[in-house]
């Protein structure tokens, strides 16, 4: 159980940033595939840097009711998918499968709350949690043990001290903090006059958006027009709060550790006959690479067990970054 860790992937996020980022690709039967690239690349460099045990991928299934009810502007800013990406959901799918990776996508869920439910579960079971995405919105799930981290490479892990050196808060402030500055990318408007340093200085000296709000309705923020407007912005808070705080407890999802299937333990046939099928030559050329190192450790440590059988065998070099790299801290 030493040193357990799920690696969560927010699906989504990933194929979108992939798509942004790589320049347009295509298949030998012409299908973009430039986002699968991308997702690919990004994938592979997480699990070589985390070394999981276990790893989930989650997308949106679509708007949650309970949230639209509260809010029916919800992101509905946003253009729909872009349809060269959309053909490549399917693709993302396609491979996870082949390289035996679970995924999930819940029928009006987001992948915020898969993510933070079996984030949740995971923690209470004892285990390490790397939550790899880009949103805000997860860091109120980061704990000792859960971190969140970039998708992009050499990006650093936030811990707790990590949140708050980014936002100016504490983990169990983060939905206070977004709640009063509001999120842009989710159609979620804040106080006026309230950025990011104002959000951090009010709760750092009130504690919590209740006593701001207390404080406000007995006329001691200052300067007034910031308190005139929290008091203006009762039910917008209130709102925001719902709407910001991940769901921990969603249904038909894995309720324990042990249920959740471990990656697939196949010989990399089912990937690689995947990325040879729509053209991925650099990645089928990385893969053979990585299998001859694999190759290589193990008969370096087969060798030294034979030499030396009175005496446990020392680790390869991946094992060793993979207990470096969980020790990782931001102090």
Request: with cysteine; glycine share 8%.
């Given at each position: 159980?030493?040193?357990?860790?799920?690696?969560?992937?927010?699906g989504?996020?990933f194929a979108h940033?992939?798509?942004?980022a790589?320049?347009?690709?295509?298949?030998?039967?012409?299908?973009?595939t430039?986002?699968?690239?991308?997702f690919i690349?990004?994938?592979?460099?997480l699990?070589?840097?985390?070394?999981?045990?276990?790893?989930?991928?989650?997308f949106?299934?679509?708007?949650?009711?309970?949230?639209?009810?509260?809010?029916?502007?919800?992101?509905?800013?946003?253009?729909?998918?872009?349809?060269a990406l959309k053909?490549?959901?399917?693709?993302?799918d396609?491979?996870?499968?082949?390289a035996?990776?679970?995924r999930?996508?819940?029928?009006?869920e987001?992948?915020?709350d898969?993510?933070?439910?079996?984030?949740?579960?995971?923690?209470?079971a004892?285990?390490?949690?790397?939550i790899?995405?880009?949103?805000k919105?997860?860091?109120?799930?980061?704990?000792p043990?859960?971190?969140?981290v970039?998708?992009?490479?050499?990006?650093?892990?936030l811990?707790?001290a990590?949140?708050?050196?980014?936002l100016?808060?504490?983990?169990?402030?983060?939905?206070?903090?977004?709640?009063?500055v509001?999120?842009?990318?989710d159609?979620?408007p804040?106080?006026?006059?309230?950025?990011?340093?104002?959000?951090?200085?009010?709760?750092?000296?009130?504690?919590s958006?209740a006593?701001?709000?207390e404080?406000?309705?007995?006329g001691?923020i200052e300067?007034?027009?910031?308190?005139?407007?929290?008091?203006?912005?009762?039910?917008?808070?209130?709102?925001?709060?719902?709407m910001?705080?991940?769901?921990?407890?969603?249904?038909?999802?894995?309720?324990?550790?042990?249920a959740?299937?471990?990656?697939?333990?196949?010989?990399g046939?089912e990937?690689?006959?995947?990325?040879?099928r729509y053209?991925?030559?650099?990645?089928?050329?990385?893969?053979?690479?990585?299998?001859?190192?694999?190759?290589?450790?193990?008969e370096i440590?087969?060798?030294?067990?034979?030499?030396?059988?009175a005496?446990a065998?020392?680790p390869?070099?991946?094992?060793?970054k993979?207990d470096?790299?969980?020790?990782?801290?931001?102090f």
């Amino acid at each position: 159980m030493a040193n357990e860790l799920l690696l969560l992937l927010d699906g989504n996020a990933f194929a979108h940033r992939a798509f942004h980022a790589v320049a347009p690709l295509n298949a030998p039967d012409g299908t973009p595939t430039n986002a699968l690239h991308g997702f690919i690349h990004l994938f592979r460099a997480l699990r070589e840097q985390w070394l999981p045990t276990k790893i989930v991928a989650a997308f949106d299934g679509g708007k949650p009711a309970d949230r639209m009810a509260l809010c029916p502007a919800y992101k509905g800013q946003r253009k729909p998918m872009d349809e060269a990406l959309k053909v490549q959901m399917p693709l993302i799918d396609g491979y996870l499968d082949a390289a035996g990776i679970p995924r999930v996508r819940l029928p009006h869920e987001e992948a915020d709350d898969i993510l933070s439910t079996l984030a949740a579960r995971a923690e209470a079971a004892g285990r390490d949690v790397r939550i790899a995405t880009s949103d805000k919105d997860l860091l109120q799930m980061v704990t000792p043990r859960v971190w969140c981290v970039s998708p992009t490479k050499g990006g650093k892990p936030l811990d707790p001290a990590g949140v708050v050196a980014k936002l100016g808060v504490v983990p169990e402030k983060v939905v206070d903090y977004l709640a009063l500055v509001g999120d842009t990318a989710d159609n979620l408007p804040g106080i006026p006059g309230v950025g990011p340093k104002t959000a951090a200085k009010l709760l750092a000296v009130h504690g919590s958006l209740a006593a701001v709000r207390e404080a406000a309705a007995a006329g001691k923020i200052e300067p007034e027009r910031i308190g005139k407007a929290i008091r203006e912005g009762g039910e917008l808070l209130e709102i925001n709060r719902k709407m910001m705080t991940t769901k921990r407890d969603l249904a038909g999802l894995w309720e324990s550790w042990d249920a959740i299937p471990p990656p697939g333990e196949a010989d990399g046939a089912e990937e690689r006959a995947f990325c040879a099928r729509y053209g991925m030559a650099s990645l089928l050329r990385e893969m053979a690479r990585d299998a001859a190192r694999a190759k290589e450790e193990e008969e370096i440590l087969a060798e030294a067990a034979a030499e030396e059988p009175a005496r446990a065998p020392k680790p390869s070099k991946r094992a060793e970054k993979r207990d470096d790299s969980r020790q990782l801290t931001l102090f």
